[in-house]
């Protein structure tokens, strides 16, 4: 009866681990390359950081006290992003998305379009106008949709103020810029035309 027992325990091990790997595939090559798939590359550690958000962000909120009731101006925007170099500008607007659509107010587009005018005149600027979702800028896969200002100025973006497919009635004091217009670009191929027109300043003279 003993020698029965051994003999069984010396089968079930084994048969085991067989029915293990059998079930989860544990040494399937397809599973291991899905696994890697799904690994998400991270970028290198940015090059500037906001040392003190709590600081950064009332910086930005104080600034809403100054237009206050009674003032004749209204209104106020800012620029997100502005590179210079020996002269020559890139500018990046970020608008945030909804239903696959994002708003642009007309006063601050005015004001994108003479300056990308201006700027120019006397040197260099691009001026891109950047939609995304709610993504991790961290990973360089990661995708936003732009177009540069020359697109706008060209009628390649069409310059809606109403809403086309009805989400929302009547004229706005806004552009709505649909997402099937602009260009699907990852955040590494972004990173790629900053980078070379900040080396196509360098040949500024």
Not at 3 to 15: G, S
Not at 39 to 66: A, C, H, M, N, W
Not at 103 to 121: R, V
Request: glycine share 6%; net charge negative; proline share 2%.
């Amino acid at each position: 009866m003993l020698i029965i027992q051994l003999k069984i325990e010396k089968i079930l091990p084994d048969e085991s681990n067989d029915l293990i790997d059998t079930l989860y595939e544990k040494e399937s090559p397809i599973q291991s390359e899905q696994i890697s798939k799904q690994i998400i590359r991270k970028s290198p550690k940015s090059k500037y950081q906001i040392f003190d958000q709590v600081e950064f962000t009332r910086g930005r909120e104080v600034l809403g006290d100054l237009i206050v009731h009674g003032m004749i101006a209204s209104g106020g925007t800012d620029i997100d992003w502005l590179i210079e170099h020996k002269g020559g500008f890139v500018i990046l607007e970020f608008k945030g998305f909804h239903n696959d659509k994002i708003n642009i107010a007309k006063g601050q587009m005015i004001a994108y379009e003479k300056l990308h005018e201006k700027l120019n005149q006397a040197t260099k600027c691009y001026l891109y106008i950047i939609g995304c979702d709610d993504i991790d800028f961290s990973n360089p896969d990661s995708t936003v949709w732009i177009f540069e200002m020359n697109q706008w100025k060209t009628d390649t973006i069409p310059k809606n103020t109403t809403d086309i497919y009805g989400h929302d009635s009547g004229k706005q004091n806004k552009f709505i810029v649909y997402r099937e217009y602009m260009d699907e670009i990852s955040i590494e191929k972004l990173r790629n035309v900053i980078d070379s027109h900040w080396k196509e300043f360098e040949r500024i003279k």
